[in-house]
């Protein structure tokens, strides 16, 4: 079946740092991936995602590029923020029958904490 | 604001009781889902629910029940026969079409006493 890897936690850096959280997957299928991130006592919220090979998602200074020869999704911030803080989750939806009706297929998080 | 709220924040629930988490969206989205999260597990689906009236179970189903009877809500009863039922429970929804984007809730965090 499908599954997703994260790096393992907590991940502790000081303002101004570069990130990098690691991911890899498996799947059967052509997955779309994502990162999705949750702030403390909240929700998840997407942050970017991408849904083919070599197609690289930013947001808000975050990038994540898909690579299908690695089967990885790594992801990257030049300079990390206080407000960074969080719990980053990588994810991937297996469209392997046509469909995925928002079934998607979580790491088990990295907890990122950014000093400053 | 548009946006999907659950409730209660905090709930415990004593041994053999149901109890039942609600949630509540007002983003017109077709599609719902539970999710359940455990400290370094990420999330599991429990249940789903792409129209009103029908839901299908997701990996983690047993011990749980769910019902659509109006688009806006689809709460969640963790039953008596779900033996762990500690852990924090998210609720999301989905555009329609754009099943992979899915916007959550603040979540609750169920407790055993």
């Known amino acids: 079946g499908d599954s997703v890897t994260q790096m393992e936690g907590p991940v502790t850096l000081s303002e101004e740092a570069f990130l990098t959280i690691n991911c890899t997957y498996t799947a059967t299928g052509y997955p779309s991936l994502f990162w999705y991130v949750q702030y403390p006592g909240e929700g998840l919220q997407l942050l970017l995602k991408a849904t083919k090979a070599d197609d690289k998602g930013s947001n808000k200074g975050f990038e994540a590029t898909y690579r299908k020869e690695t089967t990885s999704f790594h992801l990257e911030k030049g300079s990390v923020q206080v407000s960074d803080s969080a719990v980053y989750f990588c994810?991937?939806?297996?469209?392997?029958?046509?469909?995925?009706?928002?079934?998607?297929?979580f790491g088990q998080g990295t907890i990122l904490t950014v000093h400053p | 604001d548009g946006g999907i709220t659950q409730s209660p924040k905090y709930l415990f629930r004593k041994e053999g009781q149901n109890v039942t988490l609600s949630c509540e969206q007002n983003?017109?989205?077709?599609?719902m889902y539970w999710y359940r999260q455990d400290p370094g597990q990420g999330l599991r689906l429990i249940y789903y629910s792409q129209i009103v009236n029908d839901f299908q179970k997701g990996d983690i189903a047993e011990g749980y029940s769910v019902s659509r009877e109006k688009k806006e809500s689809f709460p969640l009863t963790v039953t008596s026969a779900q033996k762990n039922p500690t852990a924090f429970y998210l609720c999301?929804?989905?555009?329609?079409?754009?099943?992979?984007?899915?916007?959550f809730g603040s979540g609750t965090q169920l407790s055993v006493l």
């Open positions: 999301a929804s989905s555009i329609p079409g754009r099943n992979e984007k899915l916007f």
């Open positions: 994810a991937l939806s297996d469209h392997a029958g046509g469909t995925s009706y928002g079934k998607l297929t």
């Open positions: 983003l017109n989205h077709d599609a």
